[in-house]
């Protein structure tokens, strides 16, 4: 198993302002996900990052938005760009250690107001 | 591209009750299935999988079969408890890692 730690666990923000959230595991993975959550919705991935290289993102999600940092095999960040209201959500950290075994981290629940 | 739908909820039932939720999906490819469990104030976790068509993952007393030929891997327990209120994910994967989930279904269970 893997466990996660994500910071900060929830914060509001004025729109217009970003907000980085980091994600730490306590052991080295290749690849580590980042999804957003939305109010009463599913979880939706935003991006792969993948240590050493860009991160993978998927349709709709842009990297002047989300920009992600990955420096080593434990830790990532994903920044929440110029908020909106919209960008009210949780936002998740995964990894996996076997295919579709995800791990993932307890969430940020960001409210921009 | 792949999908996966969930009945919708929530899914209210008294202590002891037999309880399905279903969940049906759609893939290109030969997917692996899953069930995640997101208990109140927790994080999400695997709760079983089945990696090919017949197979039954199993945990908890929670059990669901991949059926191929329905496109079905539908959640079931003999008899709930008030400790399974939970919202349940089911969730696919047919590209390594990247996981496509369903809406959710939250369950609520009454003593």
Known sequence: ?113 | GDSVTQMEGPVTLSEEAFLTINCTYTATGYPSLFWYVQYPGEGLQLLLKATKADDKGSNKGFEATYRKETTSFHLEKGSVQVSDSAVYFCALTTYGNKLVFGAGTILRVKS
């Open chain 1, 1 to 113: 198993s893997a466990v996660i730690s994500q910071k900060p666990s929830r914060d509001i923000c004025q729109r217009g302002t970003s907000l980085t959230i980091q994600c730490q595991v306590d052991s080295q993975v290749t690849m580590m996900f980042w999804y957003r959550q939305q109010p009463g919705q599913s979880l939706t991935l935003i991006a792969t990052a993948n240590q050493g290289s860009e991160a993978t993102y998927e349709s709709g999600f842009v990297i002047d938005k989300f920009p992600i940092s990955r420096p080593n095999l434990t830790f990532s960040t994903l920044t929440v760009s110029n908020m909106s209201p919209e960008d009210s959500s949780i936002y998740l950290c995964s990894v996996s250690l076997r295919v579709g075994e995800a791990f993932f981290g307890q969430g940020t629940r960001l409210t921009v107001v």
